[in-house]
């Protein structure tokens, strides 16, 4: 089974403060895992992916995430938070066998940056 | 290099109007899959393809009809519309095999 919990569903930050966006995952296969994040009324943008390389991996904007397979966590995040991160943040695992995909998202974290 | 292009971006309709969704990729792509959006319950998957000729049906596929004639395309279309399907529409595609997915803009959909 696959599974991602984001574990919280909303996130307040104060502007120039850091973030930190949780999620934990579960796989029977060697996961992909990314962070998207979505602003209103919008797309899904790619932030960053983890694809088993470097365990930390550093994405657009300022934001970063470390994969502990030991905890089987990829949190996001980012040392000062700006007023443009308010938005949903989306955490994705992907695994691949027998050709094909699965795909699992997490609920969701809506991020407010409070000026 | 366009990507993945869904059309519309918007779209209302009436309770038991049909329609279809496109879904067009330029990354020679086997996979693409179809996903709707729904507060608080991040994306569902509706139907799948793993390449031309061949389609199955996802977590959610009520309601939802798909078919894959070339590589490129991946229309979906409500057979009749219900309120229930009031969602944002996200179509995907990915290599083969591939751990990573590329997704379009969404489509939101409107069922009055």
């Known amino acids: 089974a696959q599974s991602v919990t984001q574990l919280d569903s909303h996130v307040s930050v104060s502007e120039g403060t850091p973030v930190l966006l949780r999620c934990n995952y579960s796989s029977s296969y060697s996961p992909s895992l990314f962070w998207y994040v979505q602003h209103p009324n919008k797309g899904l943008q790619l932030l960053l992916k983890?694809?088993?390389?470097?365990?930390l991996v550093k994405g657009i904007n300022g934001f970063e995430a470390e994969f502990k397979k030991s905890e089987t966590s990829f949190h996001l995040t980012k040392p000062s938070a700006h007023m443009s991160d308010a938005a949903e943040y989306f955490c994705?695992?992907?695994?691949?066998?027998?050709?094909?995909?699965?795909?699992?998202f997490g609920t969701g974290t809506k991020l407010q940056v409070i000026p | 290099n366009a990507g993945v292009t869904q059309t519309p971006k918007f779209q209302v309709l009436k309770t038991g109007q049909s329609m279809t969704l496109q879904c067009a990729q330029d990354?020679?792509?086997?996979?693409m899959s179809w996903y709707r959006q729904d507060p608080g319950m991040g994306l569902r998957l509706i139907h799948y393809s793993v390449g031309a000729g061949i389609t199955d049906q996802g977590e959610v596929p009520n309601g939802y009809n798909v078919s894959r004639s070339t590589t490129e395309d991946f229309p979906l279309r409500l057979l009749s519309a219900a309120p229930s399907q009031t969602s944002v529409y996200f179509c995907a595609s990915s290599v083969l095999g591939g751990t990573e997915a590329f997704f379009g803009q969404g489509t939101r959909l409107t069922v009055v």
């Open positions: 983890y694809t088993s390389a470097a365990t």
């Open positions: 994705v695992v992907i695994t691949a066998s027998g050709g094909y995909q699965k795909v699992t």
């Open positions: 990354m020679n792509h086997e996979y």
